[in-house]
């Protein structure tokens, strides 16, 4: 777009507009709105001032609609009064900043009101967010999904800082691997960190990394009157002052001011005639103005770099800014924790000729004509498609999802074979499932689903194994068409390409239902990752195998033991164990279904969340099938988190709970006990998660008086036994994860799981050693109940 004077000249009116609402709404939220916390938010007006001019260029003059990006969290305020500036943020929320139900302190895609395509908070996650969001619509574009849409850049503005986080350079090399495109990253180079000056020399590092991944680099260092300075005589001496300066001296300089400045050029420069005369032919202001026109806060020179670019090769700009910039704190190295006081907001609100009473006017304190910035706001680029939020219809999915059974099976070897009974047929289902796995994708049963789908690339490229005429059991084709996406070995990649793939129904107006293989106890290497995808409300299924201490050879490093928890307790990821596979075959069913629902948090009738993502914890361990009918009852109590593979009796004495893959050894236990013990119930135990939610929700209810006499699922399992019924719970996994289950009708109970480190050794031994065998549940059973002595134990092998 032509940048002529006025339009330039109206697009930094906004730009300071922007500024001062996004100010002001902090000031706001700190010293003006009545009961707000004792927490102090500084770092938001630096950064929101560093970024002003960028946002502004981008979102005034560059987005598209098709185009999407990630803010720089500490940001948030001045991306909210962009928004507000377009009529897409509410002055209440601005007000409310950081209050209940107000503008959020980082951008939010779940709890803002106004156009956030990417949340942002946990450093560096949005980042990547981007270029994966980029990779995925090359999927969706080589599947054939987007005719009607064009291609869309994924924008990241990013912190100088914020580039210390590992997650981007893992990103960074799994872009180079899939050839990226589409994406931007605008890099704020204000040479601070939350605590300090950032290293000399870090742009360097910077331009020759991503060059060395494929990236062009534009490095936007100097603004229209730095450029105008130096075509002056004694202009290159200031360029080299200028570029040779250490951050921190620069820093330094701009918080001090013009008269600092003029000092310092004077004892490093000297009297060197040209140079000098420029230097003084300035004022203490015009000389600072001059001094912090880096090119990251100068219109003309960014809306140029952005503009210049013709191409769908990956960018990053090095945009040179001064944290705070405009503010009395500019540059000074403890501005991240800084906040204006109310006197130099009164000073700052005079500056910008803001009236009192007037503070929220879109307009007030510009004398630019209202129509013009009217019109500069409604002919922005990103406002000419409507809605920015897409949506797609629902994948249906069948009633059953259907497996080739076997007397005995591991939970993880029924995965597999579920999906390749869906990969040889040709349902919808099965087109829009899109897998990936971090270098486990045989050893998590992927194979078989991959041979029949195949591996995706922009470009064919042929398993030169198979070409050689080389036996080999895994096709390994890549093409446009394929299914599968291969990762290195690098769990933060795996999660932020599920969030990416698990929005791309709302971000390219494509529905894809994704699918996560790793092995369970790595979900921690990526617990951030997977936290910040359910955060956006990213939907997919997380198949995590092999599990626990039963994988007893591979040794402690292999085995997992608080993944139930964190299953039990992240949000927006419905969490199951299934021992069975005919369990797993109705969790799938019901996941893909659950994964398209819209959420309504505490909005069911059941209190809990009506659509989400799914985790299913499995295991390598094989066990005998159960020979029965998957009624309609027995799918909904294995969804609802428990049903009893053995009902206990009017007199019951024990229930033994279980989950997972220590099933046999439950069930063992039972028969063991049945001479000494009453009526013994088994009660199966699908989620941990579920049955918890479920409890606590509806308990919830009831306190609201919402619903009088809602019992939950497990409290309906619970309330007909004897209250001198003793439970032992029992898991391959932390005992916390079924130790709250006593509380629900009160019942005494004992939890058996694993808490240590495990090592290597048999199944047995393993299970014996950290007491989840048959005879460790007898011993618990014992202990709990009165009776007899129990006649019958396991021999040892």
Not at 440 to 466: P, Y
């Amino acid at each position: 777009m032509p940048q002529t004077p006025d339009r330039l000249d109206l697009l930094n009116a906004l730009t300071r507009k922007a500024l001062w609402l996004s100010t002001w709404m902090i000031h706001h939220a700190n010293h003006v709105r009545p009961n707000a916390d004792g927490l102090k938010v500084g770092g938001h007006q630096a950064s929101s001032a560093s970024l002003a001019t960028i946002m502004s260029a981008l979102y005034f003059s560059v987005l598209r609609p098709e185009d999407r990006v990630a803010v720089k969290p500490h940001a948030s305020p001045i991306f909210h009064a962009i928004q507000y500036l377009f009529g897409r943020q509410s002055r209440e929320r601005l007000e409310n900043f950081r209050g209940f139900k107000g503008a959020q302190s980082y951008p939010s895609r779940t709890k803002d009101a106004d156009d956030v395509d990417f949340s942002t908070g946990s450093v560096g996650l949005g980042v990547a967010q981007t270029l994966f969001s980029s990779l995925v619509q090359d999927y969706v574009t080589a599947h054939g999904w987007m005719k009607q849409r064009p291609e869309g850049r994924m924008i990241a503005l990013v912190g100088d800082a914020e580039m210390d986080e590992g997650n981007i350079f893992e990103a960074l090399l799994e872009g180079w691997k899939h050839g990226l495109r589409n994406t931007w990253w605008v890099v704020d180079y204000n040479r601070q960190s939350l605590d300090a000056v950032v290293r000399e020399g870090l742009w360097e590092k910077f331009e020759t990394m991503f060059r060395n991944f494929g990236w062009d680099v534009v490095i936007v260092k100097y603004g229209r009157l730095m450029q105008q300075a130096f075509a002056e005589p004694g202009g290159e001496a200031l360029r080299r002052w200028i570029d040779n300066c250490p951050n921190q001296m620069y820093a330094a300089l701009c918080f001090q001011g013009g008269a600092a400045f003029r000092k310092r050029l004077e004892d490093e420069i000297g009297d060197q005639g040209e140079v000098s005369r420029l230097i003084d032919a300035r004022s203490d202001d015009e000389l600072l103005a001059l001094m912090s026109n880096l090119g990251g806060h100068d219109m003309a020179s960014l809306l140029d770099a952005f503009e210049s670019i013709d191409h769908d090769r990956p960018v990053c700009f090095i945009a040179y800014t001064i944290k705070g910039v405009g503010l009395p704190f500019q540059g000074h190295k403890d501005n991240h924790a800084g906040l204006m006081t109310p006197a130099q907001i009164e000073t700052y609100r005079k500056s910008q000729n803001i009236r009192p009473g007037h503070e929220w006017d879109r307009f007030e304190g510009l004398t630019q004509d209202v129509a013009a910035l009217d019109a500069v706001l409604n002919a922005a680029p990103i406002n000419a498609g409507g809605e920015r939020r897409l949506s797609a219809p629902v994948v249906e999915v069948p009633q059953q999802l259907a497996f080739k059974p076997a007397a005995e099976m591991s939970t993880q070897q029924g995965f597999g074979l579920i999906l390749n009974e869906l990969a040889r047929g040709d349902s919808a289902l099965a087109s829009r499932i899109v897998t990936a796995s971090p270098d486990v994708t045989v050893s998590t049963n992927l194979g078989a689903w991959v041979n029949r789908r195949g591996l995706f690339a922009r470009a064919e490229k042929a398993d030169l194994f198979r070409s050689e005429k080389i036996p080999t059991t895994f096709n390994w084709d890549f093409s446009p068409k394929g299914q599968h996406i291969e990762l290195g070995i690098a769990e933060m990649n795996l999660f932020i390409l599920m969030s990416a793939l698990g929005l791309s129904h709302s971000i390219n107006g494509e529905r894809l239902l994704p699918i996560a293989t790793l092995y369970d106890p790595f979900i921690q290497r990526g617990l951030d990752a997977l936290n910040y995808a359910c955060y956006q409300d990213a939907r997919f299924m997380v198949a995590a195998t092999p599990s626990g201490i039963t994988l007893a050879p591979e040794g402690g490093a292999h085995q997992s033991i608080a993944t139930p928890l964190i299953g039990m307790a992240q949000d927006g990821l419905a969490s199951f164990e299934p021992a069975f596979v005919d369990e797993l075959a109705v969790m799938m069913r019901w996941g893909f279904d659950h994964m398209q629902r819209d959420d309504a948090e505490g909005g069911a009738a059941d209190g809990m969340r009506s659509g989400g993502s799914v985790y299913l914890r499995l295991s390598t361990r094989t066990v005998e099938q159960p020979q029965r009918i998957m009624t309609p009852d027995l799918q909904k109590a294995i969804i609802d988190g428990a049903y009893w593979l053995r009902e206990p009796g009017p007199n019951c004495d024990l229930v033994i709970a279980y989950s997972g893959a220590v099933a046999p050894e439950a069930i063992e236990a039972v028969g063991l006990l049945g001479d000494s013990r009453r009526d013994i119930g088994l009660l199966a135990i699908t989620s941990a998660d579920r049955l918890h939610a479920g409890w606590t929700a509806a308990r919830r209810l009831r306190r609201a008086h919402r619903v009088s006499r809602r019992a939950s699922h497990i409290e309906n399992l619970l309330a007909p036994l004897p209250r001198s019924c003793g439970i032992v719970t029992v898991l391959d996994g932390h005992p916390a994860t079924l130790g709250w289950i006593g509380a629900v009708c009160g019942h005494r109970m004992e939890a058996l799981g694993v808490e240590h480190f495990g090592q290597t050794g048999s199944i047995p031994d393993l299970y014996r050693h950290y007491g989840i065998d048959a005879n460790a549940i007898i011993d618990a059973a014992e202990s709990l109940t009165g009776g007899a002595p129990v006649l019958h134990r396991k021999m040892a092998v």
